[in-house]
Each structure stands twice: as C-alpha cells, then as structure tokens.
Nanobody, 122 residues
Framework: QVQLVESGGGLVQAGGSLRLSCAAS????????MAWFRQAPGKEREFVAF????????YLADSVKGRFTISRDNAKNTVYLQIDSLKPGDTAVYFC???????????????WGQGTQVTVSS
C-alpha cells in the first residue's frame, strides 16, 4: 500500500505562483512513476505531469508546459509541482498519484491522494 498526502494549495491571484507537494509513504519503489492530475468543477480529471523516480524522466501536458515544473526528492519520497503564471483556468483540485509505468492515463495509476485545492482569482 502507498499513502499520498498533498499540500501547498490555496487561493492566489492570477500571475502568482504555488508549489504543491506530495509526500508518499508505504511501499514506494525507485521504479515508480509519480504524477499530478487535476480536476476542475464539472470536468473530467486530467493529466498534468509525471516523473519517474529512477531516472527523472518527466512529461507535462501541453496545456501547462512552460508554466509548470515537476520535480522530486527521493530521499523524502516527495514530488513537487511548481506552478507559475497561474491563470483562472488552473483552478482545480490537484491530485497526486503513483503508478508503475509512465502514462498520461488516469487508469494507469493505482494510488491517489485526497487532493489539494488551487483557486486562482482574476
């Protein structure tokens, strides 16, 4: 089992920045992939970014490239999502997830956190 706890969300003005954190505990392996998804009100949960712990392979959704950065600290079993130049369209609950393969598909990730709310005001 893997437990994930997200933090760092909040209310921020457009153009601001946030850094989300996801702390993992339990059976975490170096080969695992950690990802961020987000879900806006009334919308499907969508992929944001992933990072593979063993070699730092990363991938970000086209909609966030240039503004979001994913990174990790393996010693702390923590993955981060740096969000810059926030837009009202980034308002969503951001979820952390862990899987075994690199994927942008929600179904590829077995473990999920409870999410952290990000609200961007215009």
């Amino acid at each position: 089992q893997v437990q994930l706890v997200e933090s760092g969300g909040g209310l921020v003005q457009a153009g601001g920045s946030l850094r989300l954190s996801c702390a993992a505990s339990g059976r975490i392996f170096s080969t695992n992939v950690m990802a961020w998804f987000r879900q806006a009100p009334g919308k499907e949960r969508e992929f944001v970014a992933f990072i593979r712990r063993i070699d730092d392979t990363t991938y970000l959704a086209d909609s966030v490239k240039g503004r979001f950065t994913i990174s990790r600290d393996n010693a702390k079993n923590t993955v981060y999502l740096q969000i810059d130049s926030l837009k009202p369209g980034d308002t969503a609950v951001y979820f952390c997830a862990v899987g075994d393969v690199i994927s942008t598909m929600r179904g590829s990730y077995r473990y999920w956190g409870q999410g952290t709310q990000v609200t961007v005001s215009s």
